[in-house]
């Protein structure tokens, strides 16, 4: 089968070649066949060649993630670089347009697939297909730098590692530590990664602008905002109101967070306007646990068995009226951190992964006993599930995605959040009977650890910065100055002293280099997932969005598969609508949070808050 897809690639890139990218012609179709049967025709022949293509991919990435080594670096480029000669050939792409000159007379589904093959031709087009090939081994070798990072707490004269350390290590000191030393020295070995990762992403920008302008498009950003039926400019207005929508609870959030920490590290007299990054739980700050007193969260699921947090995860939905999950999940899955002893290295990033379109479904997790992997493993399984929920016959394999790409995650997060409401935890005895919950510390922890705190990041710094590094092809001597620009602008923090301009301290965020221009998935999943809450609250539940308990509840499994079940062959505010009779808006999001403005105002009566 691999050596006839390899034959048929060959062909294809062969045609291409002789044809130099020029048009091919736009033949008419035989007198006694209309134009749908001619897209028929060729759908037939596309699809089970790109499925093929696309396992073969997926199980080679797989491997270069779960077991990091040069061979499966080299498997991973050569099968990425077979499925997107095929699906960036000349042949295809100048097929599909041929066909779409003809929209009119082609059915809704049929033209939907055909712009789909083209959005997917312009991640690799042969129309140049050198460019093509050095993306996907540019790809490779930067994603096997990232994940084979040997991370290092101390190092002696000779610059050789005296202290070895991990991802899951570094973010247990920056969760537990009060030693502003200890936590410096942790969040500085988080960074080294980014100085070998610079010259991957200077080179990455080049060669994905590059297939980009050569598919019509402007820069790469642009081509991963067509996702969504927007321009640039249009994406990053939404984005700056979203911003603005959540800076007065923010500011007061910021304000809060500074006092806070400034007490609990015992700093003298009122802390700096900007947070040092190394204050904060997280290496990006991106969300702030552990500022609320009055929820241990990670008490919750301390000592109990990793396996325990993916198997509760997996029963939330199934109490929904979801399907148990394939046995070849857990067989197949890498859910645990490497066990003590084994060399293999693996990437600690979570994610979910669609290994055939069909039912070959697998996470990549390193699941421990703490609330952070319990709320994480709820999320991945909302990707499975919705992998699952549209591999069916009706959804062809060009759409078994999501309706945009935010909707996997506003799905994943609206499971999390779920799994974090009071009536679920106490249904399965999470929360121990008899618990007192005071109800703003828990609104006030969600605050911190979601969209409120999340937004200025997604919205404001990450996807500002990879705007610019795309569209103004950004110097790689200013990389480093635009990132903390952009973290002061929008979250208020700051490093503790100046960052070396010959790292690459946004390169540290594994999206940046293997998930590239789409950051901003997640800050509009955020809203999304708020607009379905409510919807599900007030409208199939009849209850309060801070008292909400989906467990058990099967009309609720219905409604999220109906919004499921489509994948990518509707457009997705259609769907939106539909499901909850209104366009995306934040008004549910600033809703849920708004009885913490008032608190806040409290807590910070005397405090500097001026801002930042």
Same mark, same amino acid.
């Given at each position: 089968?691999?050596?006839?897809?390899?034959?048929?690639?060959?062909?294809?890139?062969?045609?291409?070649?002789?044809?130099?990218?020029?048009?091919?012609?736009?033949?008419?179709?035989?007198?006694?066949?209309?134009?749908?049967?001619?897209?028929?025709?060729?759908?037939?022949?596309?699809?089970?060649?790109?499925?093929?293509?696309?396992?073969?991919?997926?199980?080679?990435?797989?491997?270069?993630?779960?077991?990091?080594?040069?061979?499966?670096?080299?498997?991973?480029?050569?099968?990425?670089?077979?499925?997107?000669?095929?699906?960036?050939?000349?042949?295809?792409?100048?097929?599909?347009?041929?066909?779409?000159?003809?929209?009119?007379?082609?059915?809704?589904?049929?033209?939907?697939?055909?712009?789909?093959?083209?959005?997917?031709?312009?991640?690799?087009?042969?129309?140049?297909?050198?460019?093509?090939?050095?993306?996907?081994?540019?790809?490779?070798?930067?994603?096997?730098?990232?994940?084979?990072?040997?991370?290092?707490?101390?190092?002696?004269?000779?610059?050789?590692?005296?202290?070895?350390?991990?991802?899951?290590?570094?973010?247990?000191?920056?969760?537990?530590?009060?030693?502003?030393?200890?936590?410096?020295?942790?969040?500085?070995?988080?960074?080294?990664?980014?100085?070998?990762?610079?010259?991957?992403?200077?080179?990455?920008?080049?060669?994905?602008?590059?297939?980009?302008?050569?598919?019509?498009?402007?820069?790469?950003?642009?081509?991963?905002?067509?996702?969504?039926?927007?321009?640039?400019?249009?994406?990053?207005?939404?984005?700056?109101?979203?911003?603005?929508?959540?800076?007065?609870?923010?500011?007061?959030?910021?304000?809060?967070?500074?006092?806070?920490?400034?007490?609990?590290?015992?700093? #003298?007299?009122?802390?700096?306007?900007?947070?040092?990054?190394?204050?904060?739980?997280?290496?990006?700050?991106?969300?702030?646990?552990?500022?609320?007193?009055?929820?241990?969260?990670?008490?919750?699921?301390?000592?109990?068995?990793?396996?325990?947090?993916?198997?509760?995860?997996?029963?939330?939905?199934?109490?929904?009226?979801?399907?148990?999950?394939?046995?070849?999940?857990?067989?197949?899955?890498?859910?645990?951190?490497?066990?003590?002893?084994?060399?293999?290295?693996?990437?600690?990033?979570?994610?979910?992964?669609?290994?055939?379109?069909?039912?070959?479904?697998?996470?990549?997790?390193?699941?421990?006993?703490?609330?952070?992997?319990?709320?994480?493993?709820?999320?991945?399984?909302?990707?499975?599930?919705?992998?699952?929920?549209?591999?069916?016959?009706?959804?062809?394999?060009?759409?078994?995605?999501?309706?945009?790409?935010?909707?996997?995650?506003?799905?994943?997060?609206?499971?999390?959040?779920?799994?974090?409401?009071?009536?679920?935890?106490?249904?399965?005895?999470?929360?121990? #009977?008899?618990?007192?919950?005071? #109800?703003?510390?828990?609104?006030?922890?969600?605050?911190?650890?979601?969209?409120?705190?999340?937004?200025?990041?997604?919205?404001?710094?990450?996807?500002?910065?990879?705007?610019?590094?795309?569209?103004? #092809?950004?110097?790689?001597?200013?990389?480093?100055?635009?990132?903390?620009?952009?973290?002061?602008?929008?979250?208020?923090?700051?490093?503790?002293?100046?960052?070396?301009?010959?790292?690459?301290?946004?390169?540290?965020?594994?999206?940046?280099?293997?998930?590239?221009?789409?950051?901003?998935?997640?800050?509009?999943?955020?809203?999304?997932?708020?607009?379905?809450?409510?919807?599900?609250?007030?409208?199939?539940?009849?209850?309060?969005?801070?008292?909400?308990?989906?467990?058990?509840?099967?009309?609720?499994?219905?409604?999220?598969?109906?919004?499921?079940?489509?994948?990518?062959?509707?457009?997705?505010?259609?769907?939106?609508?539909?499901?909850?009779?209104?366009?995306?808006?934040?008004?549910?999001?600033?809703?849920?949070?708004?009885?913490?403005?008032?608190?806040?105002?409290?807590?910070?009566?005397?405090?500097?808050?001026?801002?930042?």
């Amino acid at each position: 089968m691999r050596r006839t897809l390899l034959l048929l690639v060959s062909l294809l890139c062969a045609c291409g070649a002789r044809s130099g990218g020029s048009t091919l012609p736009h033949r008419s179709p035989e007198a006694s066949r209309t134009w749908q049967e001619e897209a028929d025709d060729f759908l037939d022949f596309y699809d089970p060649t790109y499925r093929a293509l696309y396992t073969e991919s997926a199980r080679a990435a797989w491997s270069a993630a779960t077991d990091v080594s040069e061979a499966h670096t080299g498997g991973r480029a050569a099968a990425d670089t077979a499925l997107y000669a095929f699906a960036g050939s000349a042949f295809v792409i100048e097929r599909a347009r041929a066909l779409l000159a003809h929209r009119g007379e082609l059915d809704a589904l049929t033209a939907r697939q055909l712009d789909f093959m083209l959005v997917l031709a312009a991640q690799a087009p042969q129309l140049d297909p050198e460019l093509a090939r050095r993306r996907v081994a540019a790809e490779a070798a930067a994603a096997a730098t990232l994940d084979g990072f040997s991370f290092c707490l101390a190092r002696d004269a000779a610059g050789t590692c005296t202290e070895p350390t991990s991802p899951n290590a570094i973010d247990e000191v920056l969760v537990t530590s009060t030693d502003l030393d200890a936590r410096l020295r942790a969040w500085n070995a988080s960074k080294e990664v980014g100085v070998p990762l610079r010259s991957h992403l200077v080179e990455l920008r080049e060669l994905r602008n590059g297939v980009a302008r050569a598919m019509g498009y402007d820069d790469y950003f642009a081509l991963m905002v067509s996702n969504y039926g927007m321009t640039s400019d249009e994406l990053m207005a939404l984005l700056d109101r979203l911003v603005d929508d959540v800076r007065p609870l923010y500011t007061q959030l910021h304000c809060y967070a500074r006092y806070e920490l400034g007490a609990r590290y015992h700093v #003298e007299g009122a802390p700096p306007t900007l947070l040092p990054a190394h204050w904060l739980a997280n290496r990006w700050g991106q969300a702030w646990p552990g500022l609320s007193e009055g929820v241990n969260m990670d008490g919750l699921v301390a000592g109990r068995d990793p396996r325990w947090i993916t198997e509760t995860a997996e029963r939330f939905y199934v109490s929904m009226g979801f399907p148990e999950l394939p046995e070849s999940f857990w067989s197949a899955s890498d859910l645990y951190p490497v066990p003590a002893g084994e060399t293999r290295e693996k990437n600690d990033h979570a994610s979910a992964w669609h290994m055939d379109l069909g039912t070959d479904v697998r996470s990549l997790m390193s699941v421990e006993s703490n609330w952070r992997w319990f709320t994480t493993a709820h999320h991945e399984l909302g990707h499975i599930y919705y992998y699952l929920s549209y591999a069916r016959p009706e959804v062809p394999y060009l759409l078994r995605e999501g309706a945009n790409r935010s909707y996997h995650e506003g799905i994943g997060d609206l499971i999390a959040l779920a799994a974090g409401q009071e009536p679920y935890l106490r249904e399965v005895g999470i929360l121990p #009977e008899g618990t007192e919950i005071d #109800e703003t510390a828990w609104l006030l922890e969600d605050a911190l650890t979601g969209p409120i705190v999340f937004l200025p990041w997604s919205a404001g710094v990450m996807s500002h910065f990879e705007h610019d590094l795309y569209a103004e #092809e950004l110097a790689p001597e200013l990389l480093n100055d635009r990132w903390w620009q952009y973290v002061a602008l929008y979250q208020g923090i700051a490093p503790e002293g100046p960052r070396p301009s010959e790292a690459c301290d946004a390169c540290t965020k594994t999206h940046i280099i293997d998930d590239p221009a789409g950051y901003y998935d997640y800050a509009l999943a955020n809203v999304l997932l708020y607009q379905l809450h409510d919807h599900i609250c007030r409208n199939i539940l009849s209850v309060d969005p801070h008292q909400c308990n989906y467990y058990g509840r099967r009309e609720v499994g219905d409604f999220l598969r109906s919004i499921l079940a489509p994948g990518a062959s509707r457009d997705w505010r259609e769907v939106l609508i539909e499901a909850t009779g209104r366009d995306l808006t934040a008004e549910p999001m600033l809703e849920y949070y708004r009885p913490l403005l008032g608190y806040l105002e409290a807590q910070n009566a005397g405090r500097d808050c001026s801002g930042f």
